[in-house]
């Protein structure tokens, strides 16, 4: 069973540019949530989807956006970059953001790292 | 404010060793706790699941521990060896949101 799926791993953008980051949820999930890791500010909540809804939202620009298919395939965007949002984006994925129908446990991709120069 | 606090940062122990990590958090209305192994530029591997309802998990040479009344959850890792080396992350899932709120997370070094 293939795990959680990131595209692309590594890529370099210049500021003012924007990024476009996919991510494929393991087979029969359909919750996925985004990450943001950070040497200063750790890991931090982006926002989380199910069934092509945003249920929950961190405290994040509006720079920052987000949407979900009908495949539950999510896809994160950051427009207008600045030197400030190079990190490590992970996606994580669950089979139901709703804890009574499963266990909880979160599957997380190997990550976008985005620098901006 | 909902705070995970993960200590020591770093942690330096010889082959062979039995180590625990430590983690707190401020809210015991914890829905459950997870625990991550991050090696350096990878993404998190999930390791141990604790609900809430649950004292303790355990898969192989790892044992978590959940005290909510404390609100402190340990991670035991039996033998240490030079592959556990990475960086160890606690995560807990408050009352029903779906988020995780992440500790900073302790950096393993098992040398030989």
């Known amino acids: 069973k293939a795990g959680v799926t990131q595209t692309p791993r590594y890529l370099i953008k210049t500021r003012g540019q924007q990024v476009t980051l996919s991510c494929s949820p393991i087979s029969g999930h359909r919750s996925v949530s985004w990450y943001q890791q950070t040497p200063g500010q750790g890991l931090q909540f982006l926002f989380e989807y199910f069934s092509e809804t945003q249920r929950n939202k961190g405290n994040f620009p509006g720079r920052f956006s987000g949407r979900q298919f009908s495949n539950s395939r999510s896809e994160m965007n950051v427009s207008t970059l600045e030197l400030g949002d190079s990190a490590l984006y992970l996606c994580?994925?669950?089979?139901?953001?709703?804890?009574?129908?499963?266990?909880?446990?979160?599957?997380f991709g190997e990550g976008s790292r985005l620098t901006v120069l | 404010k909902q705070e995970v606090t993960q200590i020591p940062a770093a942690l330096s122990v010889p082959e062979g060793e039995n180590l625990v990590l430590n983690c707190s958090f401020t809210?015991?209305?914890?829905?459950?706790l997870q625990w991550f192994r991050q090696d350096p530029g990878k993404g998190l591997t999930s390791l141990l699941l604790i609900q809430s309802s649950q004292r303790e998990q355990t898969s192989g040479r790892l044992n978590a521990s959940l005290d909510k009344s404390s609100g402190r959850s340990t991670l035991y890792i039996a033998a240490s060896q030079p592959g556990d080396s990475a960086t160890y992350l606690c995560a807990v899932r408050y009352g029903t949101a779906s988020k995780l709120t992440f500790g900073t997370g302790t950096r393993l070094q098992v040398t030989l």
């Open positions: 994580a994925s669950s089979f139901s953001p709703y804890p009574q129908r499963n266990t909880g446990e979160l599957f």
């Open positions: 809210d015991s209305a914890i829905y459950n």
